[in-house]
């Protein structure tokens, strides 16, 4: 029997404490540690739940199966009646989708979208397994790879970008693997250009440049021209992003005035930049992600909305916060749809024939978005006192 499928190995690949496994099972760190180490046979009554915790965090079925085994033989009790079923269980993994996303704690629409599609697909009957890159793309590649190891049915990528120097490039090498494979990939984000995508793929979401004219077109129209941008953190690969509310100004005849921009920080306490354009602007554009630091900025500066400063975002009333008295105006983004749409997309593409089946796009425009609560919500007519205001620093 291999000695990688032995307690220890698999607790060291999978990243899990020996503590963690301690407390969840009630028993000391010193057990575990005798149980790794192979002093100490680990107890019949503990291989089912130590099974559960393996599998819970995402160990292949063929290593739980071959630890399964490794424990029985340490009791004399053949297992190959066991192994057996555990091998043929191992296919139903081929119902089983990952869904990974980018950032939780960051996670502004692609919450919703994930837990959506979640549902959708676990509707039709398929199991889902949903992982967290918490901003790592090394992340991003080792589950891929996990999926891949799990032969799982398909995946689906919410809000995940690809990395510098060339994000399109990182993110088609990240997915290639799958698509080597014959595991179909869905990505399911806003665009604002065209990637190509090869067999076996798929893309949807929103027109980001769309989106971003509606807020543009409707701050200009209630007479604002001092518009500042916030933006999320200030992470390369995301900056693509933005270039559709750079181009929407433009086109409107408005030129982007760096010293309206603030990137949100990192830090949640560091509201600097946020708080300085907010002293220099009368109306703000801000994304889902950076709502809250957006209140906390307003906060500390004693200003509001939409009598200070008007504020739009991207929305929609399954993820936009009601902070304070009026709701946030917003662009209502085509949630459901993309939602929905990309759990359709992955279903079509494992039913597809590969030799038939090519790359496909769905991108919900203008037509699919409306401005929410405008004139209930955060935003108003600019005040023009505030136009040259000296920055304090507040």
Known sequence: MDPSYALGPLLKALFISRASVARELGVSVQTIHNWCSGRVEVPPRQVGRLVTILRDRGAPSASVAEFVQRELEAYGIDPSLLVESARVREGLNASTVMIITWNLAHAGAFEAIARLCRQTLEHAGV??????????????????????????????????????????????????????AGVPVVLAMPWANSLPLPRGAAAIGWDIDAAAGMAIDFLVESGHE???????????????????????????GITPRPDLVAWASDEPDDLSDLTRVLHEATAIVAPPSVLWATARAFYNTALQWPEDVSVVTMGNSLFTPKMGRRPFTYVTLPIGKVSRGAAHLLISLTEAASTSYGQEYVIYGASSMSIAHPEDGSTGPPMRELRGAVYTGR
């Open 127 to 180: 199991e889902c397994l949903h992982v967290d890159c918490g901003g790592e793309h090394r992340l991003k590649r080792s589950y891929i790879r996990q999926a891949l190891s799990m032969s799982c049915l398909g995946v689906v990528l919410v809000g995940v970008p690809g990395d510098v120097p060339d994000p399109d490039d990182e993110l088609l090498s990240a997915i290639a693997p799958a698509i080597e």
């Open 226 to 252: 001092e518009i500042g941008i916030f933006r999320g953190p200030n992470d390369p690969a995301h900056v693509r992003r933005y270039q559709g509310m750079d181009a929407a100004l433009q086109r409107r």
